[in-house]
């Protein structure tokens, strides 16, 4: 295998270094509660009144700020007598690449579905309660996908490693069933509104966020393929998961050919939307995400490298054991309850 005709990945998966931040005066952590509970009741106090049916518009800069500054020192006084926990300096910290390329998919994801809410008529303030959802679903659903789905036998001897989502490990299609269960509770608590036509406005941003996270990985270098001789691939010199040796052999770029994918399934999400004039049949959006995707998905883990140790040599691995069932699923919707 000839290793000069391929790239070379080394970059740096941090983004900037921060140095430590030492504050002049030590800060009482309880005083920052104190202060964020006089920012959430005060909030309503500062914020103007709604007019004609209008919602309320956010209060002006200057009060925000005042608001802000004055809780700050309003919860710090009684701790100048008081003893209390405190901290004296902050970092150091290195924001990481996937870091931004996670805000950026939520960012996306978000402006995609504000603009299919407007075509609706629905308010911003629904959207961004749907949000709430989705985001705490998906760190959830990642998490308890990736300890139950690859790695159970450790996770279960560390119950208490499960929670510490900042030492790597999400699963995407943990995350789906995050995101399908978050979708239901909302769609459950929210007037006029189904599951259907709440995932139908959901998945184009997933999709977009799916292209975003991916990227992620790649530059983490991680989620990479099987060793290939094909001229794109690619030599991973700063991954975690390979020995010395195996980092110097060519592999597939198996997350950029995810990243690919959602930029399709977008695409086609995008046509069906249109070809409707944002009014498609309840379901038809969501169904065609699950096939497309999730077929997409079985596809590209013939390239990766298995993530779940006791599949290891198995005709399968998890990730396509666990995109069957989202490709039926989404058949069944197309055939039996999308009226076309």
């Not at 700050?72 to 690449?97: A, D, E, K």
């Not at 599949?311 to 069932?325: E, I, K, R, Y």
Request: glycine share 8%.
């Amino acid at each position: 295998m000839n290793n000069s005709n391929h790239i070379v990945w080394d970059f740096d998966p941090v983004l900037v270094n921060i140095p430590e931040i030492t504050f002049p005066v030590p800060i009482s952590i309880w005083g920052l509660v104190i202060a964020a509970a006089l920012i959430y009741f005060g909030w309503s106090k500062i914020k103007p009144p709604a007019q004609n049916g209008k919602p309320a518009p956010e209060p002006k800069g200057w009060k925000a700020a005042g608001l802000i500054i004055g809780a700050f020192i309003v919860g710090q006084l009684p701790f100048l007598f008081i003893n209390s926990p405190t901290i004296s300096s902050f970092g150091p910290l290195q924001p990481r690449w996937y870091g931004l390329m996670f805000a950026m998919a939520f960012m996306s994801g978000y402006f995609v579905g504000l603009k299919m809410y407007r075509d609706a008529g629905r308010s911003q303030e629904e959207l961004d309660r749907l949000l709430i959802y989705v985001i705490v679903a998906t760190v959830i659903g990642a998490r308890l996908g990736h300890v139950f789905f690859y790695n159970p036998e450790y996770f279960l001897r560390n119950i208490h490693l499960i929670p510490q989502v900042w030492t790597g490990g999400l699963a995407s299609h943990g995350a789906a069933i995050g995101i399908i269960i978050a979708m239901y509770l909302y769609a459950r608590r929210t007037a006029k509104t189904s599951f259907m036509w709440v995932a139908d406005r959901v998945v184009p941003g997933v999709a977009i966020g799916g292209m975003f996270i991916r990227f992620g990985n790649f530059f983490n270098s991680e989620i990479i393929g099987n060793p290939t001789d094909l001229p794109w691939g690619i030599i991973f010199k700063n991954s975690a998961y390979l020995t010395e040796a195996e980092k110097m052999v060519p592999r597939h770029p198996s997350m950029l050919y995810e990243s690919m994918l959602c930029v399709i399934v977008l695409a086609i999400l995008w046509v069906i939307y249109k070809k409707y004039k944002t009014s498609p049949p309840e379901g038809a959006l969501f169904g065609t995400f699950l096939v497309t995707l999730f077929t997409g998905r079985f596809l590209i883990e013939f390239t990766k490298a298995t993530q779940a140790d006791f599949l290891v040599g198995a005709a399968f691995d998890m990730g396509q054991l666990l995109s069957v069932p989202f490709v039926l699923i989404g058949i069944w919707i197309l055939w039996k309850k999308v009226k076309w």
